[in-house]
T-cell receptor, first 117, second 114 residues
Framework: DSGVTQTPKHLITATGQRVTLRCSPR?????VYWYQQSLDQGLQFLIQ???????AKGNILERFSAQQFPDLHSELNLSSLELGDSALYFC????????????????FGPGTRLTVL | GNSVTQMEGPVTLSEEAFLTINCTYT??????LFWYVQYPGEGLQLLLK?????DKGSNKGFEATYRKETTSFHLEKGSVQVSDSAVYFC?????????????FGTGTRLLVSP
């Protein structure tokens, strides 16, 4: 158990709908990362938040958005869903102390499997 | 840009066989390199890492050496077990700071039979 929790575990929805995925980082971790794992694209970085602020953006679609709340949990919102959005969505967290030069290990949650029908 | 290329799977081995999974990378600067493992139905776990050239990462009998001259980070294990069956991902962060995203390879599935 990594200490990172994600809900729900599975989500089945229809095209055009909107869903929210939730992530609670490990206690004490300030940084949250979202990744998408799909059969055709592999594992891709979507977005990172640090202590409530967006820090880095990857291949995240405009239909997707995320935020990190004061209690440090994060939500990934996916809207106008398409069949191709079906994937496993992982959240990871790390300490990510500001100014650090050593790698802060990212701890991954179990993922949310999204199926768009 | 930054990218990771790893061998296609599945890799099928018998228990106690020697394992090599090849990984090469393209990156600007001096990346940190990682191997992650994903067991069925679970998230990714960091298996080992190396942050500079010639570093050797090791864990649970797995090893990988950061080779800058060949831009490689091949994963090896001398004697695999059935419990090693999983998907293995090679990854990098473009620089060795705490804020960078992970860039993953496509993953290599390892199947170990008794």
């Amino acid at each position: 158990d990594s200490g990172v929790t994600q809900t729900p575990k599975h989500l089945i929805t229809a095209t055009g709908q909107r869903v929210t995925l939730r992530c609670s980082p490990r206690s004490g971790d300030l940084s949250v990362y979202w990744y998408q794992q799909s059969l055709d694209q592999g594992l891709q970085f979507l977005i990172q938040y640090y202590n409530g602020e967006e820090r880095a953006k990857g291949n995240i679609l405009e239909r997707f958005s995320a935020q990190q709340f004061p209690d440090l949990h994060s939500e990934l919102n996916l809207s106008s869903l398409e069949l191709g959005d079906s994937a496993l969505y992982f959240c990871a967290s790390s300490v990510a102390v500001s100014g650090g030069t050593s790698y802060n290990e990212q701890f991954f949650g179990p993922g949310t499997r999204l199926t768009v029908l | 840009g930054n990218s990771v290329t790893q061998m296609e799977g599945p890799v099928t081995l018998s228990e106690e066989a020697f394992l090599t999974i090849n990984c090469t990378y393209t990156a600007t600067g001096y990346p940190s390199l990682f191997w992650y493992v994903q067991y069925p139905g679970e998230g990714l776990q960091l298996l080992l890492k190396a942050t500079k050239a010639d570093d050797k990462g090791s864990n649970k009998g797995f090893e990988a050496t950061y080779r800058k001259e060949t831009t490689s980070f091949h994963l090896e294990k001398g004697s695999v077990q059935v419990s090693d069956s999983a998907v293995y991902f090679c990854a990098l962060t473009p620089t060795n700071t705490g804020f960078q995203k992970l860039v993953f390879g496509t993953g290599t599935r390892l199947l170990v039979s008794p």
